[in-house]
């Protein structure tokens, strides 16, 4: 296989690579864990792509600073060199982005920003990029104009493998009629939404409640309250989700429920194309 370089988004907990021939996709993989030597994980992930000679691996995500401060175009004119402790690889990382009030910061959506808007020229209103972290990102003339983050999807992670541990809560599929119940509950009441979850709890020790149910409650919590503290951003504005799978799905479901409906764009697809954008500026 012959490529001209590498894209990578790098996350602490999954890795993704593509084989680029320009913007040409040849090959693209996916890890799901990381020892934190990036060495190491880097070898694991794209070593037999890589040549004698250095070749340019072009990332986003945690392996970079935080560069500009918002309002700010997502990609900066020039990219982080970090070395990589192999040779092989030119590593080359996207700034993330900071704001000062409220105090925030993002590493790796910056990329995925850019691919979006990449792909949706003109495009102003909020983007919901959903992950470990959600972020809820206001886009207008080409810029980030402000943001906010939140730890639902790792706080669900979290209590589902912690205190809410149990055969089946992982990986049940959602009972949506128990989403909607909790996601409008915890709309109607965020300050209950820590009594609600630990009802949850009480309910998978006194009555069994099945999986699916359980996991409904506890998201629908979680994400109810989310909703309600990010309202500003939402009500009223253009939408889009940036995210895979049955989260990202519960989103723009929730979402339509507030009559705010949203487009739901695939993330790995627009986190390539914004790659692709920072190669383009990278190869001038």
């Given at each position: 296989?012959?490529?001209?370089w590498?894209a ?8 993704r690579?593509w084989?680029m021939?320009g913007?040409?996709?040849r ?17 694991a992930?794209i ?19 935080v ?15 970090v070395?990589a ?5 030119d ?11 409220p105090?925030?910061?993002m ?8 691919g979006f808007?990449?792909?949706?020229k003109?495009?102003?209103?909020v983007?919901?990029l ?5 972020r809820?990102?206001?886009?207008s003339a080409g810029?980030?104009?402000s ?11 979290a209590l ?9 809560l992982?990986?049940?599929?959602t009972d ?6 909790a ?8 300050e209950?939404?820590m ?7 009480a309910?998978?020790?006194l009555?069994g ?16 309250a ?5 309202r500003?951003?939402w009500?009223?504005q253009?939408?889009?989700?940036v995210?895979d799978?049955?989260v990202?799905r ?21 986190t390539?194309e914004?790659?692709k ?5 990278l190869a001038?």
């Amino acid at each position: 296989m012959v490529q001209d370089w590498i894209a990578v988004d790098w996350r602490e907990t999954r890795q993704r690579a593509w084989a680029m021939r320009g913007t040409d996709l040849r090959d693209r993989r996916e890890r799901v864990a990381a020892s934190g030597d990036v060495a190491g994980d880097l070898g694991a992930l794209i070593g037999d792509w890589l040549a004698q000679d250095a070749t340019l691996v072009l990332a986003c995500g945690a392996l970079g600073p935080v560069g500009g401060a918002v309002p700010c175009k997502p990609l900066p004119d020039g990219l982080w060199s970090v070395d990589a402790g192999d040779p092989r690889i030119d590593l080359r990382v996207v700034p993330g982005l900071r704001q000062a009030a409220p105090v925030d910061l993002m590493r790796g959506d910056e990329t995925r920003i850019a691919g979006f808007l990449a792909l949706n020229k003109d495009w102003d209103g909020v983007l919901c990029l959903v992950g470990e972290e959600t972020r809820w990102v206001h886009v207008s003339a080409g810029e980030v104009v402000s943001f906010q983050s939140f730890l639902t999807g790792a706080m669900f992670d979290a209590l589902a493998r912690g205190r809410l541990s149990g055969d089946g809560l992982l990986g049940a599929e959602t009972d949506l009629a128990a989403f909607s119940e909790a996601l409008s509950d915890a709309m109607a009441k965020p300050e209950r939404v820590m009594a609600r979850i630990h009802g949850v709890h009480a309910a998978r020790v006194l009555e069994g409640l099945e999986p699916p149910v359980a996991r409904a409650r506890l998201f629908g919590a979680l994400l109810g309250a989310e909703l309600a503290a990010a309202r500003p951003f939402w009500l009223g504005q253009q939408l889009a989700v940036v995210g895979d799978g049955e989260v990202a799905r519960l989103y723009v479901e929730a979402l339509s429920a507030q009559g705010a409906p949203a487009a739901l764009a695939d993330e790995a697809r627009v986190t390539l194309e914004g790659l692709k954008s920072a190669w383009r500026l990278l190869a001038g």
